[in-house]
Nanobody, 120 residues
Framework: QVQLVESGGGLVQAGGSLRLSCAASGSIFSINVMGWYRQAPGKQRELVAR???????NYADSVKGRFTISRDGAKNAVYLQMNSLKPEDTAVYYCNAGIYPERYTYGSYWGQGTQVTVSS
């Protein structure tokens, strides 16, 4: 059973910073892409940033230059450093990972979500 557990959300003023963490646990053979998505009230879930096993990254245009994604392979973890936060960054942030629980089994797994609220 694979689980993704997020932490680090909260309330911050505009211009402030937060760091989200997500750790995968359970039966894991290997992890492919890891990423962060967000969903604001009344909107569809959208990609924020993703990082491959090799370290290649891509970001939503709205967060480029402000957010940085990183991962720790040894800890099966992914992080999202969010700087210069804006009220429009307010959303529930979800961790996602493409995981091989076994060598020939692959699945997309989601965390439970963590709330980020940016006040103006």
């Amino acid at each position: 059973q694979v689980q993704l557990v997020e932490s680090g959300g909260g309330l911050v003023q505009a211009g402030g910073s937060l760091r989200l963490s997500c750790a995968a646990s359970g039966s894991i053979f290997s992890i492919n892409v890891m990423g962060w998505y967000r969903q604001a009230p009344g909107k569809q879930r959208e990609l924020v940033a993703r990082i491959t096993r090799g370290g290649s990254t891509n970001y939503a245009d709205s967060v480029k230059g402000r957010f940085t994604i990183s991962r720790d392979g040894a800890k099966n973890a992914v992080y999202l450093q969010m700087n210069s936060l804006k009220p429009e960054d307010t959303a529930v942030y979800y961790c996602n990972a493409g995981i091989y629980p076994e060598r020939y089994t692959y699945g997309s797994y989601w965390g439970q979500g963590t709330q980020v609220t940016v006040s103006s």
